[in-house]
């Protein structure tokens, strides 16, 4: 467990917010933001009450009354078609206030105006009531679990094998092609790949069957990207300067909606925002002993990258090398300044990853780390669905229900099984 659940740092206020604790946290806003009492318990009371609701709607076992749906479930339905930023408004008027409470707006890809409620109010009441973890043994640890199941029940995890082809016969999937030509038959295909290569490159001769679907994708955004630098350092710095916390959010300011459009511009500003991870700070086990390694990380948008695509694929990567190291220098300068002093000298090893590392890995549209966008018309029952119009073939991860992040991409996985089982029953 986060012994802090995380830390937030504004200009004005530096807040720890605290591991399983909402009363805890209720408090500490109210001693920053004396006179916005009433504010904080509104809006907290909203996002329980929404969570609640999504809570009982889920367990009903069955569709709800909807002549009754408004008054069974009010703040669902007021919501439904709002942003996150037009519920907050309704409670809340102090700018600074609203900023802090957004804080980790930075996880669900787009800011208060643009991002649907159910994808901030209810994760952030999760997140606060039932805390933050990092598994032990890094997070690589939970693929090899699940690899382990897969292969305990007589499956098997091929890596580095690419598909290219999903197989199709009058519009049902039979199976894929990988790279080398090797092709494996199956009852149901589930793709984890995005989106736009599932229902384009990977079945070219589906175009016209599925022009509806490539329809409603045009009218969707992907997601932002990321800019990450870690380190390796030769010394237990975070020891020696006494940094506690294991996730810190630097901000420059308050204007999530200027910072949002600053971050698909791309690039950096001399004062950047960042997240920090402390990862010795999680436990013991993940630097050799008297060494640290951190993680910093900015947002991205795809454009500023894009001048240096072709290159890049082709190898030529001089200039873009050049712009990677400055950018990490301005990041590393700014951690440096701020929460870790001594840092550069500090460094032994450094490691960068751009947008166009995110594409080279994932193959996702942009480097999105998100898939869609999670706005108001792609949430809830409306996010793009398991089901596809080719027969037996299905969607999880990131690009369908319920969203992007481990916290949603595992629960995707669940129900895709649930409605093959359905449909094989059926």
């Not at 200009?11 to 209720?26: E, F, K, L, Q, S």
């Not at 901000?251 to 950047?272: N, Q, R, S």
Request: proline share 6%.
């Amino acid at each position: 467990p986060h012994k802090t659940l995380y830390r937030t740092i504004y200009p004005d206020y530096d807040i720890r917010v605290p591991h399983m604790n909402i009363p805890g946290y209720i408090a500490i806003l109210k001693k920053n933001f004396p006179g916005d009492e009433e504010a904080i318990d509104g809006i907290f009371a909203d996002m329980q009450g929404l969570a609640d609701e999504v809570g009982r709607l889920s367990n009903a076992g069955g569709p709800p009354d909807m002549a009754n749906f408004p008054k069974n479930f009010p703040l669902l339905f007021k919501n439904f078609n709002r942003t996150w930023g037009a519920m907050l408004d309704e409670r809340v008027k102090n700018a600074k206030l609203k900023a802090v409470i957004s804080g980790l707006w930075g996880y669900f890809g787009l800011p208060p105006s643009k991002l649907s409620p159910f994808y901030y109010a209810m994760p952030l009441m999760g997140y606060l009531e039932g805390g933050g973890y990092y598994p032990v043994g890094t997070s690589q640890k939970i693929s090899d679990a699940f690899v382990g199941l897969i292969e305990k029940n007589g499956g098997e995890v091929k890596l580095n094998t690419k598909v290219e082809r999903i197989l199709v016969r009058d519009h049902a999937a039979t199976g894929v092609r990988t790279a080398d030509g090797a092709e494996y038959r199956g009852r149901a295909v589930i793709s984890n790949a995005n989106a736009i290569d599932t229902f384009g490159r990977m079945m070219p001769d589906e175009k016209d069957f599925l022009k509806d679907l490539t329809a409603r994708m045009e009218k969707y955004s992907v997601s932002y990207s990321t800019f990450l630098v870690w380190l390796g350092l030769k010394t237990d710095l975070v020891r020696k300067v006494g940094l506690k916390e294991s996730e810190i959010f630097y901000h420059t300011g308050y204007d999530i909606e200027a910072e949002y459009k600053a971050v698909m511009a791309g690039g950096l500003p001399d004062e950047p925002d960042f997240g920090l991870t402390v990862y010795d700070n999680l436990g013991p086990g993940f630097s050799p002993k008297g060494k640290n390694t951190l993680n910093i990380i900015a947002t991205q948008g795809y454009d500023y990258w894009k001048k240096f695509e072709t290159d890049y694929f082709y190898g030529n990567k001089d200039a873009y090398a050049k712009e990677k190291t400055r950018l990490a220098d301005v990041l590393i300068d700014k951690v440096e300044k701020t929460l870790l002093p001594g840092l550069r000298k500090a460094i032994e090893v450094v490691e960068v990853a751009t947008p166009l590392t995110n594409v080279r890995f994932t193959s996702n549209p942009r480097g999105a780390i998100y898939g869609w966008d999670q706005t108001v018309d792609n949430s809830g029952q409306r996010r793009f669905p398991q089901r596809t119009p080719i027969k037996n073939l299905y969607l999880s991860g990131a690009w369908t229900f319920p969203g992007g992040g481990y916290g949603a991409c595992v629960p995707s996985g669940l129900a895709c099984f649930a409605q093959v089982m359905a449909d094989w029953k059926s």
